[in-house]
């Protein structure tokens, strides 16, 4: 072999890369000590970038195309290897490949819980997973903040830190979004969204990285703010508490005078319809009327219920079972002060005539 045939296998002609892991991100191109020669090719591809190092500094950056290597191109190459007028020897660079095309279907998710103030229930603790895209929009930041000088960069070396920096950014993109709990763990595909202009500026800013798509798949909550989110459901189904009362109340009144369903039911149940079909008599005939006999006794007054009929004055207890409804409805709407009663000791009294004009009011 001759010197000349030893001395041009020496010079790089063609610089190029085809990238078959499909997890690479970026790559080092192998020079082995050998020379690139003055109006070598460069080929980069579509989805790739190739990013020129030399002397440690970031130089030239070149888009898909195929490229010839010469003064005119490489300006900043140029400068920093002191060509001013050109150069027709062989010069040494290092030359790095990024893969620019979308990363897809990227796991994310919290390891702890995530602390927040919300509006409606103070502070509390979120866990969320989900998937993101991302692809590399500056190659010297790139290489600068998560790749170094790594000849072969894949995925798996970032996952992890790509992971907590999400979750980071995301905690602070959520809290400063203000968005309460209750619409994070329902409103996903929504959040998700909105969330990209204010986590973008970090990803880029800090990786040089975008992220074309972030998706939150679950949102959690403690198990005690679960229970108070379905209370909550359950009174926006109920609407209005006293309205409600009222509706059980008539309901129950209707059901005492049907002796089919009286007799399915819980004898305390029945004995409260009896009672409220009574107190309606009385007040349709203007005094109190004889009750069928029974054996039943109120549970708190130990009334019967012809006797608990006739009263004037009943108390919460009373009122509750002779309405068929609990104690609890019951004081809530005195609480209310839609149901009026007086407060006689620690006990409280309601009359009669209060209970005619909560009925019909």
């Known amino acids: 072999m001759s010197l000349l045939n030893i001395i041009k296998k020496q010079l790089i002609e063609v610089i190029e890369w085809t990238d078959d892991s499909r997890d690479t991100l970026s790559y080092r191109w192998p020079d082995e000590d050998q020379e690139i020669k003055n109006g070598a090719q460069l080929i980069v591809r579509e989805s ?202 008539g309901v129950a009144m209707g059901q005492g005078g049907e002796a089919g369903a009286a007799a399915t039911m819980p004898a305390q149940m029945a004995m409260g319809f009896g009672m409220a079909q009574e107190m309606v008599r009385s007040m349709q005939g203007g005094g109190a009327s004889q009750a069928p006999a029974t054996s039943a006794t109120s549970a708190t007054s130990g009334a019967s219920p012809a006797a608990a009929a006739g009263l004037e004055v009943f108390t919460p207890e009373q009122a509750a079972q002779l309405l068929g409804v609990s104690v609890e409805d019951v004081m809530a709407s005195i609480n209310a002060g839609d149901l009026k009663a007086r407060k006689m000791g620690n006990a409280w009294r309601i009359a009669k005539s209060a209970l005619e004009a909560f009925l019909h009011g």
């Open 48 to 249: 790739q970038q190739v990013q020129f190092v030399a002397a440690g500094q970031y130089a030239d950056l070149f888009q898909p195309g195929k490229h010839t290597l010469s003064t005119e191109n490489i300006p900043v190459l140029s400068t920093i290897m002191g060509w001013k007028y050109g150069f027709e020897s062989p010069f040494k660079c290092d030359i790095y490949y990024l893969n620019t095309r979308l990363f897809t279907g990227n796991k994310w998710g919290t390891a702890n819980p995530v602390m927040m103030r919300d509006r409606d229930f103070g502070v509390v603790r979120l866990r969320a997973f989900g998937t993101y895209d991302f692809r590399i929009v500056e190659p010297a930041k790139f290489l600068k903040e998560v790749a170094g000088t790594d000849q072969n960069f894949r995925l798996d070396e970032f996952a992890d830190t790509m992971r907590s920096r999400i979750v980071s950014v995301f905690t602070e993109a959520l809290a400063r979004a203000g968005v309460p709990a209750l619409d994070v763990a329902h409103r996903y595909a929504e959040l998700g969204d909105a969330l990209l202009p204010l986590i973008n500026p970090a990803m880029r800013e800090k990786y040089g990285l975008e992220i074309t798509s972030f998706v939150l798949e679950n949102v959690s909550v403690p198990p005690e703010v679960e229970q108070a989110i379905d209370k909550r459901s359950s009174m926006s189904v109920i609407g209005n508490l006293n309205d409600y009362v009222k509706y059980q109340m």
